[in-house]
């Protein structure tokens, strides 16, 4: 073979070579763009869907929640339902003349509470409207302020102006939307027209119970709930246990999280008997109140 030959015959070979290398290097790259990954490990098993936590209906607590006060001659009873299940936290301001069954006898829920005590109450109210209440708590005036502190302002619109005299104070809340911390709470519970109207106090007042309740729901955060629940576990006097908190930890932090208005409340209906001395829920509002305050089945 000449050297002429040898030197194309060279030259074909690398050229050849040097395509395939291009050829091999383009079809790797398109094969990688195309073909899928290949997994770690083929065995492994499809993963399980992720937990997503939700209450359940042995999470629900019905508690009758008794606010007192030496300048006032009767006390307020707050029936209040715990109910993540649903999302909900019904809560009725009941009058302190609401009738209950006493002793083979109709009686106020004041004086079955005057002669016996919040327990007492808490099983009365449960006979007359049917349905189970699980707790009491009973707090005054100063444990009522501390709670709210902890608890936070509510924003509300009120009807028309608060004035009055307490403790030697003048009192006086103007008619509006404004922003309501403890204290005014507190002056509005003891404003004397509402001793004497108890029904458009059940009214207001479970309108801006509701109200700070919504406005609020951050404290059910696992992060907050701790120190709320504590604060309040240590100033009043409850049949709650600090069991009945761990239990319920979970659901109220789920609570915390929705975005709707959870809290609502029931107006007292019904009619005063007895010259007004006593006052006879309606057949409709217990009903109404068994709907939402009652354990399922």
């Not at 902890?150 to 008619?175: M, N, Q």
């Not at 609020?216 to 709930?225: M, V, W």
Request: charged share 20%; net charge negative; hydrophobic share 45%.
């Amino acid at each position: 073979m000449s050297q002429q030959q040898g030197g194309k015959w060279r030259s074909f070979l690398a050229a050849f070579f040097l395509t395939m290398a291009v050829l091999s290097i383009v079809m790797v790259v398109t094969v990688l763009a195309v073909q899928p990954a290949m997994p770690k490990n083929a065995s492994r098993q499809p993963s399980e869907p992720e937990y997503v936590y939700r209450p359940q209906q042995e999470d629900s607590l019905t508690l009758l929640a008794i606010q007192t006060s030496p300048s006032e001659p009767s006390a307020n009873f707050l029936l209040l339902r715990f109910n993540p299940q649903y999302g909900q936290i019904p809560l009725s301001l009941l009058p302190p003349e609401t009738l209950v069954p006493f002793n083979q006898e109709q009686r106020s829920l004041q004086s079955v509470y005057e002669q016996k005590g919040a327990a007492a109450a808490k099983e009365a109210l449960a006979e007359r409207l049917g349905i189970v209440i699980d707790r009491y708590a009973k707090l005054d005036s100063d444990a009522f302020l501390r709670i709210a502190q902890k608890t936070g302002t509510v924003v509300y619109t009120l009807p028309y102006d608060i004035a009055y005299t307490r403790d030697g104070f003048d009192i006086h809340l103007s008619a509006g939307e404004r922003r309501l911390d403890a204290k005014d709470l507190l002056d509005l519970l003891a404003y004397p027209p509402f001793q004497r109207n108890t029904l458009e106090k059940s009214e207001l007042m479970g309108e801006v119970l509701a109200a700070l309740i919504n406005q609020n729901l951050d404290i059910a955060a696992e992060s907050n709930s701790s120190g709320w629940f504590l604060l309040a576990i240590n100033l009043v006097d409850t049949d709650i246990t600090y069991a009945d908190y761990e239990l319920r930890r979970q659901a109220a932090d789920f609570l915390s999280g929705i975005d709707a208005q959870v809290a609502a409340s029931f107006t007292a209906q019904g009619e005063f008997v007895g010259d007004g001395t006593g006052f006879a829920l309606s057949d409709s509002f217990c009903e109404l109140l068994r709907r939402y305050f009652q354990q399922a089945v």
